[in-house]
């Protein structure tokens, strides 16, 4: 009999956690989901692990016998400094370590926009892979997810995606995601397309759907074999009713991160006037 393929899902009761489990399940594949918040059960037969990618006995037992490490774990948004360094940067470390010490072979990070949020968008096409430029501390754990994501493919010789995400959500929340929507569906079509190329080594990729307002190139997720099927342009007039177009020279259409870049998601100012 044949081995399932197990997948291990950190980060698995969060957004995007949830929007990928029913995508990825299937025949033959075993979803090891693993959070540190409660996940429930299900009846599609996947593993349930609680704990913290930051403990690394817990992930060294929860990547026995993995074969893709699907690395979602991480705040999603900005916080202070010492927050983001222990759980997204060191919580990525202990994770990839944990998976290197179990021979797991190939790993899946999300990566963000906000990596290179600072990026102009006046420029044309943004390459997928450009210099970071970072526009928080969370955009900074994301470029040392990357980095770290290069030394695991380069020294050990684990085959590491990393994907630039733009913004995935059911449906795209304002004027900026009709440029950086990935659709639930795209994203685990991404996904799949990650776990399925030969030998990729070390990649760096925009992980967005296939929008006509699109900033940054899809090519090199194309040379992956993904293949997107869906655009934020369907939810333009309805968004653009709702919302009204936004300035041109505003901080939402001026760089990549959008808000993110803008006075309001100044932490240090923040941090200090509390
Ligand atoms: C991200 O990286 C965040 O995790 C998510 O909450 C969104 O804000 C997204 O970027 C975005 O830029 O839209």
Redesign the pocket.
């Known amino acids: 009999m044949t081995r399932p393929q197990r997948i291990l899902v950190t980060g698995a009761a969060g957004?995007m956690g949830r929007l990928l489990r029913p995508r990825l399940a299937r025949a033959g594949r075993v979803l090891r989901l693993l959070d540190v918040a409660e996940i429930p059960r299900g009846d599609d037969g996947a593993e349930i692990v609680q704990a913290s990618i930051t403990d690394p006995v817990a992930m060294e037992a929860a990547c026995a016998d993995v074969d893709v490490l699907l690395h979602l774990g991480a705040l999603?948004?900005e916080h202070g400094w010492a927050k983001v360094l222990e759980v997204n940067i060191n919580g990525s470390y202990v994770t990839l370590e944990a998976a290197r010490r179990c021979g797991v072979k190939r790993a899946i990070l999300a990566s963000?926009?906000?990596a290179i949020g600072y990026v102009g968008i006046q420029d044309g096409e943004i390459d997928a892979a450009a210099f970071p430029r970072p526009d928080t501390n969370?955009g900074v754990s994301?470029v040392a997810l990357e980095a770290l994501g290069s030394l695991y493919a380069d020294r050990y010789g684990m085959d590491v995606i990393a994907i630039r995400?733009?913004?995935?959500f059911e449906r795209p929340r304002d004027v900026?995601?009709l440029r950086?929507w990935l659709s639930p569906d795209d994203a685990a079509r991404l996904v799949e397309a990650c776990i399925a190329a030969p030998a990729p080594g070390f990649r760096v990729v925009w992980g967005a759907s296939n929008n006509t307002r699109q900033w940054v190139s899809l090519a090199s997720a194309r040379e992956l074999g993904y293949a997107p099927q869906d655009d934020a342009e369907r939810y333009a007039a309805e968004l653009i009713a709702a919302q009204g177009e936004v300035e041109p020279d505003g901080f939402m259409l001026r760089y990549l991160?959008?808000a993110?870049c803008g006075p309001g998601w100044n932490t240090a100012e923040k941090e200090n006037n509390t």
């Open positions: 957004g999603s948004i963000s926009n906000h969370y994301k995400i733009g913004s995935c900026r995601m950086t991160g959008g993110w």
